[in-house]
């Protein structure tokens, strides 16, 4: 027992000095500091080693699929604190912390192009049991629309990277690689509504104006203590409002015959005419 601490003691000394004298030349070369301290599982263009792939529990993660899209303060906090359970060791000990800004800077830029044919045959696999396979979420089981979200690409993946705890959006990150995650995100991406607020102002005219001469005229409903306009409510509240409720009685027909499309460009004129 002695002695196999003792070895692990000299090793560890030779590990360090060794990391010190690299560190020495190398300093804040993000290139040279990622090829000493993490290619050996990353692999050398962030793909991935042979060694990295059969790392347990999990395996080392693709870097170029990853890096570009996560936010750096998450970066920043894998480095430095690892990943509890995992090859994933904390780095705060062989880097400082501006080196590890120059890791993060390297990572960073690798580039990745997105395989969109990809990311739909994976879209259409994993995620349209809940988000339909257009993505548009009518299954029922309070799935969001994705075809209306607001969210960036970053969004989407950290979305699928955590999940939304206490609903049935859990963690993608470890039944998904993150060529994957990447390409599915891309292709959610793609999905997304333009809506056009030049069909909007005509819809508008035709159904609306003869009840509201402007969207500035239109009065929110609610508690008269608490003024609100349009632009306090996100476009999911607005459309409820438009389709239900008391306005329904009051609208009617002019409402009942629109698309969700037609109400998404409804509300990019409002939005841009109060504005
Ligand atoms: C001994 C192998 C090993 C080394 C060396 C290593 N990593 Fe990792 N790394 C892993 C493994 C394994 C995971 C995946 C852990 C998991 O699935 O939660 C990981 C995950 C990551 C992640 C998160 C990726 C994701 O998709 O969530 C980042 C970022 C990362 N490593 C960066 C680095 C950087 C930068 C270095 C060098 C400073 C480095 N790693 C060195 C094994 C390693
Ligand atoms: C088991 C059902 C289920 C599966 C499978 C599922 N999701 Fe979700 N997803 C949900 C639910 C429920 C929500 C709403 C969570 C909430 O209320 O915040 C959601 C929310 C999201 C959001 C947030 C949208 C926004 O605008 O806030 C994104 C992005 C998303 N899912 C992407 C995906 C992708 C991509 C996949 C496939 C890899 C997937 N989901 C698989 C149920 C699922
Ligand atoms: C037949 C008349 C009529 C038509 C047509 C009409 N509205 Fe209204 N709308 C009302 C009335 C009445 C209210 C109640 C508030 C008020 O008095 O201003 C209202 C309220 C609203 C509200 C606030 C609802 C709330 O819950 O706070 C919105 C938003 C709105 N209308 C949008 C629209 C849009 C968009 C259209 C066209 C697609 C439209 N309305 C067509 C009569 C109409």
Do not use: W
């Amino acid at each position: 027992m002695k002695i196999r601490y003792y070895l692990a003691a000299v090793v560890a000394a030779v590990g360090l000095l060794s990391s010190a004298s690299a560190m020495a030349g190398d300093e804040l070369d993000g290139k040279a500091l990622y090829e000493s301290n993490c290619s050996a599982c990353h692999g050398v263009d962030g793909r991935v080693s042979e060694g990295g792939k059969q790392l347990e529990p999990f395996p080392a993660r693709n870097l170029r699929a990853v890096a570009p899209f996560v936010e750096r303060d998450e970066l920043r906090r894998i480095i430095t604190y690892g990943i509890k359970g995992t090859a994933m060791e904390p780095k705060k000990y062989v880097l400082d912390p501006l080196q590890i800004e120059a890791v993060i800077d390297y990572i960073q830029s690798f580039d990745y192009q997105p395989d969109l044919a990809n990311g739909k045959k994976r879209f259409e696999a994993v995620c349209s049991k809940c988000h339909g396979v257009d993505g548009r979420a009518q299954t029922g089981v309070g799935a969001k629309n994705l075809v209306y979200s607001k969210l960036n690409l970053e969004g989407i993946i950290h979305t699928m990277r955590y999940g939304r705890p206490g609903t049935l959006m859990t963690s993608k990150r470890h039944q998904l690689s993150n060529t994957d995650i990447a390409d599915i995100a891309h292709y959610v991406y793609s999905l997304r509504y333009k809506a056009d607020p030049l069909h909007g102002q005509k819809l508008y005219s035709k159904n609306c104006k003869s009840c509201h001469s402007t969207p500035a005229d239109i009065k929110i409903l609610g508690n008269a203590a608490v003024k609100r306009t349009i632009a306090d409510l996100d476009d999911r509240l607005l459309d409820l409002r438009i389709r239900h409720g008391r306005h329904i009685d009051r609208a009617g027909e002019s409402v009942a015959k629109l698309s969700s499309d037609d109400i998404q460009d409804i509300i990019a004129y409002m939005r841009e005419d109060t504005h």
